[in-house]
């Protein structure tokens, strides 16, 4: 006597069947496009981190511009004291010899100002570029919540559970290129191209460093031409001897003046320097290779 076992009609086989399948991961899940909610809350908070980043780079340069323009300033209005002096011809030349030894010394403490702002490329030890995104992997709670979701959506109809995939696939699909568009936005270009972007704005700063202490260096020329009118002058005067003392005190003040702008001369210029070498070494590394994808 042969024995059977119990039988299935083919719906409740239908039923098993699909109810086996919903405890796998679907394509959608284990896919390129499936996002979790932990994925988008770490590539939200990666676009926050690059945010921070960048706002606070430009909460430092901001300070270091005003420093500047003042420091501009400053020179601008010693520029029109000294278009002043030269007006007047017979100023005593004691008299004359102090008031360049005022204006030396605020022309030196404006280029002391100036240079005391530094530098702008990454002085916070991290720029946006630096942040990158990593891959993160998908959360298994989510995961799980996904599957047992499914299992009970195939329960109640093939057609049920076969929209609902394909709803759930639209919307990780749509996520995901909204959160790479969000990051594409960001970034503003690969490392390379923010790292020539970064070295193009150093090198028009540092430009304008060399205007700044070209402007210094033809003041300071003005000084010490009308430091020697003062300096002949007052030889022929009876009371050299009383003016002698400003004098030499005028000319000290003017040699710290030339060597501090010496200094700040030789750092721009060494500076720049590394820059446009950085600049040349940049623009020659190849591109990275462009994938075409065909769909």
């Known amino acids: 006597m042969i024995t059977t076992g119990p039988t299935y009609s083919a719906a409740t086989l239908l039923k098993a069947g699909m109810a086996r399948d919903a405890d796998k991961p679907s394509p959608a899940q284990t896919g390129p496009l499936f996002k979790t909610s932990g994925d988008e809350r770490d590539e939200k908070a990666l676009r926050t981190l690059k945010s921070v980043v960048e706002t606070l780079s430009r909460a430092q340069d901001e300070p270091a511009k005003a420093a500047k323009a003042q420091a501009r300033e400053r020179v601008e209005a010693l520029k029109e004291r000294i278009k002043m002096l030269k007006q007047f011809s017979g100023m005593d030349p004691k008299a004359l010899a102090r008031a360049l030894k005022q204006i030396a010394n605020e022309l030196k403490s404006a280029l002391k100002d100036y240079a005391s702002t530094g530098g702008s490329l990454s002085d916070l030890g991290v720029s946006a570029s630096s942040v990158t995104a990593t891959p993160v ?159």
């Open 137 to 295: 992997p998908n959360s298994t709670a989510s995961a799980e919540a996904e599957a047992e979701a499914a299992s009970n959506e195939a329960q109640t109809a093939e057609r049920e559970t076969q929209n609902v995939a394909e709803d759930a696939e639209a919307a990780a699909e749509a996520a995901h290129l909204d959160a790479q568009a969000q990051d594409e936005s960001s970034q503003a270009g690969s490392p390379d191209d923010q790292r020539r972007i970064a070295l193009a704005e150093r090198e028009g700063e540092l430009k304008a460093d060399q205007h700044f202490a070209k402007e210094v260096r033809e003041l300071t020329r003005q000084i010490k031409d009308l430091f020697e009118k003062a300096k002949s002058d007052a030889a022929r005067q009876p009371n050299e001897a009383s003016a002698k003392r400003v004098l030499d005190e005028t000319k000290d003040d003017i040699k710290e003046l030339e060597d501090e702008l010496q200094d700040f001369q030789t750092d721009v210029s060494t500076e720049l320097n590394s820059v446009q070498l950085q600049m040349s070494f940049s623009q020659d590394l190849p591109s990275p290779p462009t994938l075409a994808i065909t769909v």
